[in-house]
Every structure is written in structure tokens, then in C-alpha cells.
């Protein structure tokens, strides 16, 4: 085990660096280039770091600001180099809780994550609210006590390119309204946000979920000259990956949409044979929110 600070020498010879933090949370480094590491956490997004020539742009905060401050310390430690910017994929508050260990950094995030922005700025944070979402995300209690929210700084329609153009990124819709990709050019790696999450259920219940675009997306990334993609939540996976998540959702989205037809009610669809199996291990744990998905997927539906 290491812990806390690790040097760039002994970073370079091992696969990933497991680094103790709370308790219960393990932090997971793995480097995925020479230029890109990722830290692996069940419990908020995935945190990525980008080395550029002289900067380090990182891509979603996260839920505890205090994890996700070790990492760029780690990360900073370990290059050299300062972060100038973080990027969100899309606000959701397992993605942007943790943004306070970025509060002398830019913040880029899709036009289209304003509300979601507000909406938790605003917030207050009752024991209510607390108790509420602590039910589905595990250390929301630490999370409110740390939380240092603001509003972007750049706020994106569609694209836009950053570190002299080898940063592309995408509003690409799907899994939100704002869901966004960080495609990194020359280390051939995509930060794809929650439109990938890896060997788990996933999610796809939110009333602004367009399934047909996260079907695009996903195939728009097959042609392209990748190999590693990181996903929102769970292990790095590569981009002949894309091709059984994008076949999930497509017939999830038409089997329901036959199940519905045919008058079947919602509440038997949940647990329906026709659905598709999924792409992750058998032994996954199924969630509510994944039950979730398919009722607001039903609800959603225009036949």
C-alpha cells in the first residue's frame, strides 16, 4: 500500500496505485498513458487527469471534495505540472460535489447543465435532503459538509477544443440533456461521462434521458481512432466495448417500446423476459435505479 504522495519514478513501474484515504474508500490510480491517469471510485464518478505540455486539465470532480483534492495533489505531485481547468461531462451530483478542489480552476461544462447548476447552488442542504440522497449515494453526508459549488466558468453549446486544440469537447446529450464527451487526441482516449458505465446496470432514468442520441454517441465513438475509454463509473474499457453497451440500450429502447404496444403494464415489464440481458457480469448488483430507468423509460415513451 502507498500512501498519499508518490513519485513519478515508482508511479511509472506499476500498473495502478492503490492509496488509502477514509476509512471504508479505497482510491484506485490507474495510468492509462504516459499523459492520462484515472482514479476508480464506487462511490462518486470517476475522476481523469490530462497532462498537457505545461498544464493538467482534469474531467469531473466527483462526490467528496476531499478525495478528489488528494487526487490532484497526487496528480500534481507526481507531473510537476498545475491544473488549469476542469471539465464536467454532465451535473450530476456524483460528477460535480467535489468541484471545490478546483476553486482556482476553470470549469467547462455543456450549456445545457445551467439549471442542474442551479438548482444544487441553491439548494439547501436539510437533513431531509440529506437522508433523501444518501439513500442512493453513499457518503452524501460527508459530501454536504464539504461542498463548495459554483457555477461554470465556460459554458458550451456544442463543441469546443482546449490545450491548444488536443482536448475535444462534446455536448452529447444521451444520458442528459447535458451529457458530454472528453475525447483526447493524441493519447487516443475518450472520458465518456456517464454514457458508459462499465460491468454495472446502468442508469438511464432522467426525464431529460434521450436514449436514441446515447445510441449515436456511442456509435459516432466506434469509428473513431481510440483505445482506451473511460467510463463515468466502473474500470476502463476499450472502445470494442462501445458496441455491446450501444447494442443494450437500443433494444432496451425497442423491447419496451413493444411491451408497450402491447399493453403490457410497466409494472410487469420491470422484471420482463423479452428485455435485453445486459452487458455487465451476471453477479452485478441490480439497483433500484436501474427499475427506475425502464419505468421512466415506459412513462417516456411517445408510441
Known sequence: MIQGSVTKPLFKLVDYVIISFFDSIWMVYQQVTDSVTVAVNEYGSNLVCLELEDELIFVDAGLLTSYTAEFRKAMEAITGKSASTLIMTHAHLDHLFGMGAFKDCNVIAAEASKSRFERFINLEYTEDVIRDRERVFPYFREAATQIEL?????LVKDTLTVGDDEIFFKVEGGHSACSSSVHYKSGRVM??????????????????????????????????????????????????????????????????????????????????????SGYWPHDAERKPAYDYSIRNLYQHLQL
Not at 459554483?150 to 465556460?154: D, E, V
Not at 442520441?213 to 472502445?239: Q, S
Open 191 to 276: 472520458a465518456a461521462g456517464d454514457l458508459v458505465q462499465a460491468e454495472r446496470y446502468p442508469y438511464f432514468g432522467e426525464p431529460d434521458t434521450d436514449l436514441g442520441r446515447w445510441i449515436d454517441a456511442l456509435a459516432t465513438w466506434e469509428a473513431l481512432d481510440i483505445i482506451h475509454v473511460l467510463p463515468g463509473h466502473g474500470p476502463m474499457v476499450t472502445r470494442e466495448y462501445l458496441g455491446s453497451v450501444r447494442t443494450f440500450i437500443r433494444d432496451m429502447l425497442a423491447s419496451v417500446k413493444q411491451l408497450k404496444e402491447q399493453g403490457v403494464a410497466v409494472d410487469d415489464i420491470i422484471h420482463h423476459p423479452d428485455l435485453p
Open 150 to 154: 459554483r457555477m461554470p466558468t465556460t
